[in-house]
């Protein structure tokens, strides 16, 4: 009888060593909000570099990874390599996106990172639990930017003046359906969709006079935009029905034709599970709009 279980005994683990593995639970990193996605990075290196804090730029490029499908086990293992010196990389407070950078108050002390960019620094996503404010905890220019008291945030390049709450964020949400009223001072961007219902300005949200309304599920995070209202000549499209689709399939990097005449793309329509962001995962260059990492979405002009 002894044989006999230690021979199953034996068996067993040769099955065991040669089955497949399974991902662990909670390794899909992108079902997670950015802020988790960063608190697991974060321990993650510090747990494998006795206790140091990940350079912004490195965390930065992972976060873009994971956007492209990384797990966490992909993450653990790229660290452990960048820690014993492998790999061409190079962390040199660079942005790997080129158009953004991720900049970190840590510890909540005041911090300056070098800006891929000449103009203001505006926050395009917040990924500290602190939330970032335009004038309070970050600002800067002229190729550098600061950040204080606990702000952590991709920022990208702003364009004209800081006016009223430039910086300011303002979320308002649709629960059940229903419309909401939300205050809002000067003219409302959406910079980030958090809900599945798209969210399409004049149809699902919109503005009455200092009021920002949201309707069917809308729900998003607003900003000031810069610049005249839509429909000025010179700067913003004529064409309010103008739009076009363009798909990133197989997540694979993919050019549509836009028409420059028509204003600045801005996303109407997201079409994939994977989030579209600008100069991530989407972005415009003259008469192009090029998409990745799987984001489809129709485009509209602003």
């Known amino acids: 009888m002894t044989r006999i279980l230690t021979a199953v005994l034996v068996l067993c683990l040769a099955l065991a060593a040669t089955a497949p593995a399974v991902a662990a639970p909670g390794d899909d990193l992108r079902r997670l909000p950015t802020a988790q996605q960063v608190d697991r990075i974060d321990r993650e290196y510090a747990a494998q570099s006795r206790g140091r804090v990940i350079p912004d730029d490195q965390l930065d490029y992972y976060l873009a990874q994971v956007q492209r499908g990384w797990g966490m086990d992909q993450v653990r293992k790229d660290i452990s390599g960048s820690l014993r010196g492998q790999g061409n990389r190079r962390w040199n407070g660079s942005s790997w996106s080129g158009a953004t950078l991720v900049c970190s108050s840590n510890d909540r002390r005041r911090r300056e990172c070098r800006t891929p960019f000449r103009g203001r620094p505006v926050l395009v996503e917040n990924i500290s639990g602190t ?89 998003g995070e607003f900003a000031q935009a810069s610049g005249p209202a839509p429909g000025r000549p010179g700067q913003w499209g004529q064409n309010s029905n103008y739009s076009i689709t363009c798909a990133s399939d197989d997540k694979r990097r993919r050019t549509c034709d836009w028409d420059r005449r028509q204003g600045r793309p801005v996303v109407i329509q997201q079409i994939s599970s994977t989030r579209c962001d600008e100069n991530r995962n989407w972005g415009w260059n003259g008469n192009s709009i090029w998409v990745d990492g799987g984001c489809r979405a129709r485009f509209g002009a602003r």
Do not use: H, Y
């Open 131 to 219: 939330r970032c404010v335009e004038g309070r905890n970050f600002g800067g220019g002229n190729g550098t930017m600061w950040v204080d008291d606990g702000c952590r945030g991709r920022f990208a390049e702003g364009r004209g003046p800081v006016t009223g709450n430039t910086g300011q964020v303002v979320r308002c949400e649709s629960n059940d359906n229903r419309e909401k009223a939300c205050a809002f001072s000067g003219r409302a961007v959406l910079v980030k969709q958090l809900s599945k219902a798209a969210c399409i300005e004049g149809r699902t949200w919109g503005q009455r006079g200092n009021t920002l309304w949201v309707d069917d599920g809308c729900r």
